[in-house]
């Protein structure tokens, strides 16, 4: 192909992107401004014996097009035939799973020592955005590459954004690179032993087949530093990268959202929620890794705070020490951060937060099943993962008002550091009173008093519990209905007691079930003579389900659930 | 105090390391090479009102001399007064509890931060040494710092060592720095968008005060990087930087141990038995995380190695992607990593590694409730953490011939990542025949078959089912004892046959019992009319506990269990 025809091919596939995006929504900016790359990439480099690694992979959309999956970007029926990220079990092009950020360099260095070990040939290509160097990973990875003494090329795909804007030191840096064009003697990557090389147009095919021939069987590791426009070639995505970095289905020429919902949600209510206190307390600072727009930070809300909010950058790890820091300090950090992305930072709420026990509160968001389906952005793990951890105090609130009153008691709070599970979807009221002081630790809400069944439905499933009570009663049961409050906690108590008048325990919770709240009571009541069923989620990395189906698998449904408390009273 | 009186002090503060740490082991190196810098520290600045954070904190003897706590390096009656690391509860001038490394940039952000917000004065000092550089949460801290635009001090202790040896590109550029006199102008602290001083004699008192005095009330941030000489003023530790870093407790002229011991251990075991499988397959490859002697990779070891062996410095999520990507590439990682330290990499271990369901196999160390016992160090989380994830094969093997045969298959089994509780102490032979297969998944060894009780014995504590086991038997019941093998799983048909005739089932794991093995036993045998025991450590956060103690107060002794079951028995 020549470089005429080349170009002709990219706009032709950014006309693709557009038509595909706006009807089917996914990741626009990063798409858009790797599409010239990408092919530059495939001209260059001999796919899949040369190995080409996507970062977050969620630029890999191009990629795909070029790797005989075309027809899930021309034809509708087909868009479904892909996943958002790279995909091995899609094509031999895609060597890894990918969807969490800064892991592409050390996935690569693997390749690369594989390899090596073996004798074999061939170039290995970590791609790597900007925004995701800030991630601990990706700057250990970009550490330890120098130590390969062989074949090894890291493009960096500077287009000057994360998801919003970047944040952190290093940043500067790439700016001097950029405005010197790569010729600043301060330099990140040579500072890690790396050479270096810079291209500014990086979205010009010609120039970047030039550059990458350069770097083509080099034998140590290079930094392949490109410039390019996120967004590029649609006006839209190029005047608002925080918008169109990932976008719902949207009418192409106005860019509106072709549903656009005005029930207010959960994220946007802690945003708005937490404004309104920081006018009256400036110790409120709230901190987020990279993600505002996920929990209500709009451009605006974060003019609003001022320093006391608080972007670290794709830094979980950073941002939980940070929190704790300033906890220690007497200031009220809150931190919100993915179900899924918190995952990234266990360590950091083990030891630096919960060991030095400060009251910092993190708050949880899109903790459920039916939230991110995705088998990279599952959030289905917060429950086992920070449950276990002594001295954290983690809360799931059922409603609005119960999950405001422990937002502003966790805020106050100053024994423990309180996670708080933030309920998925809509805001609902209370349909009850709701305490606002839940220093009496791990005291369960009984919500109606019944006997022989008790059904303890946590978060987001109490009113999958309301709903198996009700099936219930159909089956002559009056059940007990517990609203346990705590993830973190037995109440021991209100279990003992229960072993009156019931026979059955059922727990209820909207994640996975290994190692999570239910096996807990399980575990408590094993001794008692009380029968429990525990529900959640099985063990499994579940992809592009559709979360009624995901939920029937599981038997997570009132009628299911209610045949099999009868069918366990049965076998008494 | 005049330089002379402070020379004279360091001095007398190193004999007394010296006595302390040959009667009672711990930190040599770290705290030898810090005397200087700590007392021109305290001189400077003004603690508590300044804040001092020292990362891992293992270098804070002579900080605690310093701050009223010198009696328990003078009398070796309170030499267990302090803790070894930096701790709240024992002097307001240490912030947090720290014993993980990289943190201390992070959490003194923190510190700062919350000053600002509250629009306090005073210096925050982070103080961390160069081996801690390499890790993710402290490139993340060393990014985001120069966010702070206000008064922090970091100041880089670079005594040219980690534990072992330094590995990562960044160490090529404190060499040219530390030969440049700091004036070279690649800088990864520039590069970071940090201010910049250079202090070559980081062993003299003088020089520090004036570096350091320089530095005070600066209002931004500054990285303070001083070149000292680790194990300084004590030859031997001079001499071997390695052996000298931690040392249980030695005679001081030979420097030999005063308790060595000639019994195999697990450790050496591993290493050793590596070595002779590296030898017929050259596509093996061991991983280190900064940390190669806790599995018998002595720099003789290593050396045999060559390039089959990785050390990747502190660097835990690098070391699972790296081990990731060589398994796809189609070599054979095996990286082995401390209980408490794989906590790091929890993210890496589900995404890069799990999802990917790439067969690299991971070598827990030293999970155990008895095998460190300081709060920051405890090894008791590994079950919950790991035995939740999807795709993962966790093996506990029971045996030293298990232990051999279960690393064998998992080197060259391809269908899934397998980790394997390394057991801890002294190696035992089998007293039963070993399987040398374990692709049959999840089916647990049913060592003896008996009636009424059936004990789960995991891992390590399989020799406390056979004492529970032999406890029953003086209670008239002849128990049934299961080796599990899986932790990951659950032998359905093995449990679904034992409810036949038995009616109580104890578990034992060797370690949280949160969220981890018996809890899954629990609730699959839940709506059973089996009732269950589960032991482990109850959800805390223990402290230098003596394990004897620890495990009595958690009932983990076979007479306490014999009891319970008895107990259990006729309530029934």
């Not at 001209?43 to 970062?55: C, E, I």
């Not at 060991?355 to 599952?378: E, F, K, Q, R, Y």
């Not at 346990?484 to 059922?506: A, K, Q, W, Y």
Request: charged share 20%.
């Amino acid at each position: 192909m020549t470089t005429k025809q080349m170009e002709a091919l990219a706009q032709e596939m950014r006309t693709l992107l557009i038509d595909k995006l706006s009807a089917h929504g996914g990741h626009c900016g990063p798409n858009l401004g790797m599409v010239e790359a990408t092919i530059a990439l495939h001209y260059v480099f001999d796919s899949p014996t040369d190995k080409l690694v996507f970062d977050v992979s969620h630029q890999s959309y191009v990629h795909k097009m070029l790797t005989g999956r075309a027809q899930a970007f021309v034809s509708s029926q087909h868009y479904d035939d892909v996943s958002g990220y790279t995909e091995p079990s899609e094509s031999p092009h895609d060597h890894f799973t990918i969807g969490h950020t800064s892991t592409a360099v050390s996935l690569a260095c693997g390749l690369a020592k594989g390899r090596d070990l073996q004798g074999q040939d061939g170039n290995v290509i970590a791609v790597i955005g900007d925004g995701s160097l800030s991630g601990g990973e990706a700057l250990e990875g970009l550490d330890w590459a120098a130590e390969l003494n062989s074949n090894f090329i890291i493009v960096v795909n500077d287009n000057q954004m994360s998801i919003a804007e970047n944040h952190g030191g290093l940043y500067q840096n790439l700016a001097e690179l950029r405005q010197s064009n790569g010729t600043c003697s301060n330099n990140l990557f040579r500072a890690m032993a790396l050479d270096y090389v810079y291209q500014p147009e990086g979205n010009n095919i010609a120039a970047l087949i030039d550059t990458f021939k350069k770097v083509k069987d080099i034998d140590h590791p290079v930094v392949v530093h490109i410039n390019t426009l996120k967004g590029k070639g649609y006006q839209l995505a190029e005047d608002d990268k925080e918008r169109w970095h990932w976008i719902a289905p949207f009418d192409k020429i106005t860019g509106k959202l072709t549903h656009e919902c005005s029930s207010e949600n959960y994220n946007d209510l802690t945003a708005t929620h937490l404004l309104e206190l920081m006018k009256h307390d400036n110790t409120i600072c709230a901190i987020t890794a990279g993600t505002p727009g996920i929990w209500g930070w709009t451009p605006e809300n974060r003019r609003q705070a001022g320093s006391q909010f608080v972007d670290v950058g794709i830094a979980e790890e950073h941002a939980i020490a940070l929190a704790s820091g300033i906890a220690k300090a007497g200031g009220k950090p809150v931190f919100g951060v993915c179900s899924s992305f918190l995952q990234r930072a266990y360590d950091q709420m083990s030891q630096d937060l919960c060991i030095n026990n400060n009251p910092a509160t993190i708050l949880v968001l899109w903790g459920s099943l039916t939230s991110m389906t995705d088998v990279t952005h599952l959030c289905h793990f917060d429950i086992p993962l920070l449950s276990g951890i002594p001295n954290l105090v983690y809360l799931a609130p059922t409603n609005r008002d119960e999950y405001l009153a422990m937002l502003n008691w966790s805020i106050t709070y100053t024994q423990h550091p309180v996670a708080i599970r933030v309920p998925v979807g809509f805001t609902k009221p209370a349909n009850r009173p709701v305490d606002t002081d839940y220093s009496a630790l791990n005291h369960y809400e009984m919500v109606h008093k019944g006997s022989k069944v008790a059904v303890l439905a946590l978060g987001n499933f109490f009113e999958l519990g309301e709903k198996v009570c009700t099936q219930l009663v159909a089956h002559g049961i009056d059940a007990t209905l517990i609203n346990p409050r705590f993830i973190s906690g037995i109440d021991t108590e209100m279990l003992n007691n229960l072993s009156r008048n019931h026979s059955v325990v059922v727990t209820l919770e909207d994640g996975a079930i290994e190692g999570g709240f239910g096996e807990k009571i399980a575990r408590h009541l094993g001794a008692s003579s009380i029968k429990t069923l525990c529900y959640g989620a099985k063990k499994q990395f579940a992809d592009r389900y559709k979360p009624a189906d995901f939920l029937a698998e599981n038997r997570l449904v009132d009628t299911m659930i209610a045949d099999d408390v009868m069918h366990c009273l049965q076998n008494e």
